[in-house]
């Protein structure tokens, strides 16, 4: 029992899964933050306090050094001194106060007396060192008045009675006792820290991860074939776009499907049929008209119009493959394409004969062009059958070529019931025929409207169907 829970556990826990890897870049955080934190309050604490308690002690000491002489001095040295805790001297050559007074930060005019020969001498000899006309540094002499270390600040003051310097000590306060306090507290904030940022990251993982998660059992759905399986949205743009972008895949993929199960069952009604007439026709021909010269001759025709067929099946279906497989280059030549369709017109004439057919051809302007003329004259023929298996009960079928600004534009028009508008998309797709249609097909074998298609988009050609339902469509194509 124990194995299996480990087990699971290692199941649940993945190094390489976003709640895992979220989780470790959330306390990595932390930790660097609490890193950072250490480092600032605790090992760096009495350096940084220093450096910036040095900064205000020289920007104090140059503005009383400025104001030196003026009417403003004893106002100026009274503020930084009362407000900063400072002790402020002006000293002459030979270390001695030169004021009656010096203020110490508890607002009353103290006298201090005379700085220790050592810190004087030490004060001189920094200044003659110093570029500046001013100095700034940390003693631990004990003899200073203050006691304890000190932060001095000494400039060479500008006056006409001989050299004067500013002599400013400001103690430097224990940061010990501050320390233990903060490294106390830092303690707790580390660990309060790591706990809450473990929590708010598992939370987070989880939150984040829930819709892939989803996605990818959608996702293994649709691996397995179920074409029904919808991709949920979550919270955040980014998902909602991937479920979007993956609930249109879906839709083409069934979509697909489909058009392959429709491609099978077409295939194999189209292979079937004509097979199954040669072979009933060669039974007749065996069992009964064998020695009945006219049905004989009759069954016998019958038999090579369906070989015909299938043979133009099998042609259809290999000239499709070698265009969308890129494997047949064009051969453009200049001709005339009204002419073109004026001599295709003929070999419907049969059907005009027979079956009643009327055909129209109406030519406007110069209509040469420059196209692969073998290909051409297979979409114009394509072109008019589909009119021919579509057309309404007048059997009209009308042709127009005429030149347009943009090239010469060549349509076929018949008076059918029409193509709905959310199919017209649809019927240049492979066996396409609309769920309605179930007459049978005078010419051709299903694929021309695909063949069309691959043969003008090989020459960059605009193509398209204006149709209304009830009255018949339009093909057309620019070259």
């Known amino acids: ?233 979550g919270s955040y743009t980014e998902i909602n776009r991937l479920a979007a972008a993956m609930n249109y895949m879906t839709g083409e993929l069934s979509k697909t499907e489909q ?46 119009d369906e070989a015909d067929r299938l043979s133009l099946l099998i042609k259809d279906m290999l000239d499709l493959s070698k265009i969308q497989a890129g494997t047949e280059s064009l051969k453009p030549v200049t001709f005339d394409l009204g002419e073109k369709a004026r001599v295709i017109l003929t070999r419907f004439a049969v059907l005009a004969e027979r079956n009643g057919y009327r055909f129209s051809l109406d030519c406007a302007g110069d209509t040469a062009v420059t196209a692969d003329e073998r290909k051409i004259e297979q979409v114009i023929y394509n072109l008019v059958g589909n009119a021919v298996n579509y057309t309404g009960a007048d059997k009209t079928v009308s042709l127009r070529v005429a030149r347009q600004n943009d090239g010469v534009c060549f349509s076929v028009t018949d008076t059918g019931k029409g193509i709905p508008p959310e199919k017209c998309a649809h019927i240049w797709e492979r066996y396409y025929m609309a769920k309605e249609t179930t007459r049978h097909r005078v010419v051709g074998t299903g694929l021309g409207l695909s063949i069309v298609k691959a043969i003008l988009a090989a020459h960059h050609a605009r193509f398209g169907v204006e149709s209304i339902v009830g009255k018949g469509s339009t093909f057309w194509f620019v070259l």
């Open 259 to 304: 058009l392959r199960r429709d491609l099978i069952a077409n295939i194999s009604h189209d292979l079937r049929t004509p097979l199954t007439m040669v072979k009933m026709y060669a039974e007749l021909i065996r069992d009964v008209s064998g020695g009945q010269t006219e049905k004989r001759t009759a069954h016998a025709q019958l038999i090579i």
């Open 1 to 233: 029992m124990k194995k299996s829970r480990r087990a699971r556990a290692r199941r649940h826990i993945d190094p390489k899964g976003l709640q895992f890897k979220i989780w470790r870049y959330f306390v990595a955080f932390a930790a660097i933050i609490m890193v950072l934190l250490w480092l600032l309050q605790i090992v760096f604490l009495r350096t940084y306090y220093q450096s910036m308690k040095t900064l205000e002690v020289q920007k104090i000491g140059n503005d009383i050094a400025a104001a030196y002489g003026t009417s403003s001095f004893a106002d100026t040295v009274f503020k930084y001194s009362f407000n900063n805790g400072l002790m402020v001297q002006v000293l002459d050559e030979s270390g001695q106060p030169q004021t009656d007074w010096q203020q110490n930060g508890t607002g009353d005019n103290l006298h201090m007396g005379p700085p220790d020969p050592l810190a004087f001498a030490t004060l001189t000899y920094r200044l003659s060192q110093s570029t500046s006309g001013w100095v700034t540094y940390i003693s631990d002499d004990s003899s200073h008045h203050v006691g304890g270390q000190t932060l001095t600040y000494g400039a060479v003051l500008k006056s006409g009675s001989g050299k004067r310097y500013l002599y400013i000590n400001a103690q430097i306060a224990p940061v010990d006792s501050t320390s233990a306090v903060l490294q106390t507290q830092l303690i707790i904030i580390t660990v309060l820290s790591l706990l809450l940022s473990l929590g708010i990251s598992l939370l987070i993982a989880s939150k984040l991860a829930r819709p892939i998660v989803r996605m990818t059992q959608a996702a293994e759905k649709l691996a397995g074939g179920d074409f029904d399986v919808q991709f949920e949205s």
